[in-house]
């Protein structure tokens, strides 16, 4: 571990100073981009099995995808903190959550996420009581897209789903956990939350300016996945038109 690495406890102490840029990695190249970019949190997401994989939602990503994934971005050995998202039902018990969480640092994970509140603080205690990071993923959940219609709704409208939110959060919180990310959740219910919990971070997406950080996934950043972009993201580059130009050029050199 190099003497800058991020950690944890440096994370938490810019709750309420800094807001948190946040960005997804699935390979060698990008960690090592993004780490020179000086991003401190990183997450090998389970999205990569839209953006990497070609599947149609998280729910088909394995075990062995995500360590082959965490593997590829911790050779980069960036300064910032990797996570690694616990895939689609492999933490259905406490025990298998941690089985699994141990999987993910042996992989070179900093942490691992996984998404639920208070149904899975079992798994969530028996994750940190090995010494093990912990970030919340709370609002929409994309493991759960498939029963809900394989639609992306946005959460927190009305009051019972509001109280839901700030209740799991502060359960979360309570429990330990670093960081929650909130995904498509109304921004007033993301504000209050993130003034909620005075320790947790809240790592916003699609979720509107008043969380402590914000994370995206870098492909919808970048534009290197333009077959969909979600509405919330403006890209800051077009990698993906540029990867086309550079090929079409190339090939009318060769005559």
Known sequence: MTADKFTVERLAAQKGRQRIPALTAYDFPTARLLDEAGVPLLLVGDSLGMVVLGYPDTTHVTMAEMEHHVRAVARAQPRALIGGDLPYR?????????????????????????????????????????????????????????????????????????????DDAAALEASGVFACVLELVTPPVAKEITQRCTKMLTIGIGSGPDCDGQILVTPDLTGAFPWFTPKFVTPRAQTGAETRRAVTEWMATLG
């Open 90 to 166: 492999s933490y259905d018990t406490p025990e298998l959550a941690l089985a699994h969480a141990r999987r993910l640092i042996a992989a070179g994970a900093d942490y691992v996420k996984a998404e639920g509140g208070r149904e899975i603080l079992p798994q969530v205690q028996a994750i940190l009581g090995a010494g093990i990071p912990f970030c919340g993923h709370l609002g929409m959940l994309p493991q759960h897209v498939v029963e809900e219609g394989g639609k992306y709704r946005i959460k927190g409208r009305d009051d019972a789903s509001r109280q839901a939110l700030f």
